[in-house]
């Protein structure tokens, strides 16, 4: 073999090696441009995101503080709202107390002024001072008659009088707003007076002084139940003991 030949073959060895490295070079090259153009649209995609999802941190974390803002605000009036009315709260429970100590000082004024001694109940009802009973006097419609409850509260009444011999009362008298026919002659004025009456009797029957005593009809002018039902009627026909002073009207009682 010649040495021309020789050097031909290995020239043409030569080119076909570069040849095939430069054909794999830019095979890989293009791969890997590929893989890089596909890399950077992930990248991007990916930084969109995190963007979006930073800007939806960032509204969010702005919308919890509005919301904080709010609620603390709201939380500082309900706290205000709550001294106010715990305020409001002392006020009244010391307004009733002065309230109930003002009655008790009219009460213990009118015991004495009367001539009622301590163990004597009084009630106050409407601004009217009354001697409390065991039982109601109450009465059937149209009658004076007492039933056996209201004899035993005349009884407790005429004993607690004849303890206390300075105590001046006030029998009254009521009537419900039934009406007496026309031409009857009687009606709820007369009523109520004889109704007093009858007390007033049974009391000094039992031994209470007469100047102890005096006797009123108020008719049906002072309700304490519904004249509309029958309840309220009963309730109507009624007399009532009142603290009465023996010299004149009581000026600055409770004062």
Known sequence: MSMNFTLKLLGIILVSSLALTSCVSKKKFKQ????????ASTLAQSQEKVNMLEGKVASLESEMESEKNRLNGEIANIKKDLDASKSEL???????????AQIAKIKSDVKEAFGLSSDVAVSEVNGDMYVKLENPVQYGSGSTRLNR?????????AKMMKNNPNMRLLIEGHADGQKYPSGSGMDNWQLSVNRAMVVVKRLIRQGVKPEQLTVAGRGDTAPVG????????SQNRRTEAKPNPATGKIYNIGN
Do not use: M, P, Q, Y
């Open 32 to 39: 890997l441009e590929d893989e890089k153009t596909a890399l």
């Open 226 to 233: 519904d004249n509309k039902t029958k309840d309220g009627r």
């Open 149 to 157: 409850n209201a004899r035993k509260s005349i009884e407790s009444l």
């Open 90 to 100: 002392a006020n009244a429970k010391k307004a009733v107390a002065e309230k109930e």
